[in-house]
């Protein structure tokens, strides 16, 4: 996808999400997992109908038939009014970019940072704790740990958060020895 585009979707997703400027509740927090929700389900439903629906030479009228066929007569929510604008407006390509982005809005409307946490084994629930308040701390947001097992840790763990990359492994601690040793 090209920057243009890009853009453009995450225009749309503010747009569709609608937090700008509004502070936090509880309500607008409902409202806006409400709208996730309806969005993952249009795009999940419509999935086997990508082709049709984003294909140049096919009518709008006749996507705006199969979006209509494929949500049926009781899906008239917000999210079905938004993608039909999208299927109007000849942009339903971009309805997998703005369902990447808005839940990054959510995230920040709500205040939750997102961080992934890598291992060669679980840890412990004490230690994701930890790697929690300390993250919170440092950030004064609300910490969402995903942990992931992966070898190419050997020992130790990496955090990442956003596109920071926290390094606490064995190998990242030996490479800084190792710079530090040849420096001089």
Request: hydrophobic letters at 45%; charged letters at 30%.
């Amino acid at each position: 996808m090209d920057a243009a585009a890009k853009t453009l979707a995450k225009r749309y997703a503010r747009a569709y999400m609608g937090l700008d400027g509004k502070a936090f509740s509880s309500e607008l927090e409902g409202v806006a997992r409400a709208k996730l929700a309806g969005l993952r389900h249009i795009f999940e439903a419509s999935r086997p109908f990508l082709k049709t629906l984003t294909h140049p030479a096919i009518n709008g009228s006749v996507k705006l038939e199969v979006l209509a066929r494929i949500l049926g007569p009781e899906n008239k929510g917000t999210a079905a009014v938004f993608v039909g604008l999208l299927v109007r407006e000849d942009r339903f390509n971009l309805l997998e970019d703005i369902l990447d982005r808005s839940p990054r809005l959510y995230d920040s409307f709500c205040g939750v940072l997102r961080a992934e946490v890598y291992s060669r084994y679980n840890l412990s629930e004490g230690e994701l704790k930890r790697v929690g308040k300390m993250l919170a701390d440092m950030t004064g947001k609300k910490i969402h740990l995903c942990q992931f097992i992966t070898e190419r840790v050997i020992g130790g763990f990496e955090i990442k958060v956003g596109d920071l990359l926290i390094d606490a492994t064995l190998k990242g601690r030996l490479e800084r020895l190792k710079k530090e040793l040849f420096a001089v």
